[in-house]
Each structure stands twice: as C-alpha cells, then as structure tokens.
C-alpha cells in the first residue's frame, strides 16, 4: 500500500518567516496535491503536480515535485496570519484514489 | 464551491443505528470516492465509484456500504453505528480516473 509521511505535523512560525512542508512517498505515482483545509471544513485544492520537477506557485505559496526522490515540497514565504490551516499532501493511487499525508496543521503568528 | 453536494451537513444519531449520506457529483463526473476523517485515523480512502460500478475499496467496513445510482448520485450507508464511526465523511468526484478529484462539504456525523 502506498504510505505518504509528512512533516511536520505542527508548524508554528512568525508573520514574514519562510518554511518548508515536506511530503514523502512509498511508491511510484503520476499525480500529487496539495490541500489547504480550514477547521470543520472541506478541502481546498491549491496544486496538482504531474510531472518531476513540476513548480507551481500562488501568492505565498510555492510546491515543488521530485518523483526520483518520491518527495514534494510546499514551500511558505513571508507568511501571513490568513494562512493559518491545515495542509494535506496526497498521493494519487490505483483507481485515483488518494493516499493523504498526515497534514501539517500551520499556525502564523503575528 | 466545488460543484460537490453532500447531505446532511450534519448527523446526530445513537449508537447501534444506520445513517445514509448522501452525494452528488460535479456535473458530468462519473466517478465517485469517499473518504473518512478522524482524529486518530487521518483521512483514509473508503470506496470509489465508477459509472454506477464498485471500482476500488479502501479501509471500509463490513458495516458500510455504498452505492452509485444511474444519475450518477452516491449513498454511503453506515450500519451498527458505534462511537468511533463518529468523523467527517468526504464524497470526491472526477470525470474518471485519471483527473482531478473535487471534494464535497463534507458530512460530520457524531455517534453518541
């Protein structure tokens, strides 16, 4: 079964800081996502990643795909109190049925 | 707005009873999946639908089922409900197998 670790699974940062969400997978896969969801609600789509070396960006936020590595960044820069949330990387399996990571639950503050 | 329609947004019910959720698709997606959120599960796959045809299975119960109708609607049918089926439940749609998937609102359902 495909297995997808994120980490970390708590991010606390300053306003204006820079991070980094990491997303490891086990297996090979065409497809990953990242998902922004905000507490009790659904799940925001923010990128699909389809190809190695696929970099995609919105605002203050960047994702990045190495599918030698198995590995995909959501990189944060500047951060600003409204990105609060959690985010969820997953991994399209057989069928398109997806594997989520853990979630990286951010808090920015001020 | 997805374009993904769950219902209820919200379910109350007892232990030992049977709940139906239920979902409509985009318009124009075929496939339909269903996912489970829980605090100590995370978000785990439970069924996909394909054009009326069972086309995966996931981590799903013997006391659930689910079913896609010929308008394309899905129900998910969970029986003998105990405490720990409480969780949101996610209803994704795509056109197939190989495009984006689009997630519903989502249906909290608290078992007590």
């Known amino acids: 079964e495909l297995k997808v670790e994120q980490n970390p699974l708590f991010l606390s940062m300053q306003e204006g800081k820079n991070y980094t969400i990491y997303c490891n997978y086990s297996t090979t896969s065409d497809r990953l996502y990242w998902y922004r969801q905000d507490p009790g609600k659904s799940l925001e789509s923010l990128f699909v990643?389809?190809?190695?070396?696929a970099v995609k960006q919105e605002g203050r936020l960047m994702a990045s795909l190495d599918t030698k590595a198995r590995l995909s960044t959501l990189h944060i820069t500047a951060a600003v109190h409204d990105l609060s949330a959690t985010y969820f990387c997953a991994v399209a399996g057989y069928g398109n049925q997806f594997y989520f990571g853990t979630g990286t639950s951010l808090t920015v503050i001020p | 707005d997805s374009g993904v329609t769950q219902t209820p947004k919200h379910l109350i019910t007892a232990t030992g009873q049977r709940v139906t959720l239920r979902c409509s698709p985009r318009s124009g997606d075929l496939s339909v999946y269903w996912y489970q959120q829980s605090l100590d599960q995370g978000l785990q796959f439970l069924i996909q639908?394909?054009?009326?045809?069972?086309?995966a299975k996931g981590n799903i119960l013997e006391r659930f089922s689910a079913q896609q109708f010929p308008d394309l609607h899905s129900e998910l049918n969970l029986s003998s409900l105990e405490l720990g089926d409480s969780a949101l439940y996610f209803c994704?749609?795509?056109?197939?197998?190989?495009?984006?998937?689009?997630f519903g609102q989502g249906t909290r359902l608290t078992v007590v």
């Open positions: 990643l389809l190809s190695n070396g």
């Open positions: 639908y394909y054009n009326g045809e069972e086309r």
């Open positions: 994704a749609s795509s056109f197939d197998s190989n495009t984006e998937a689009f």
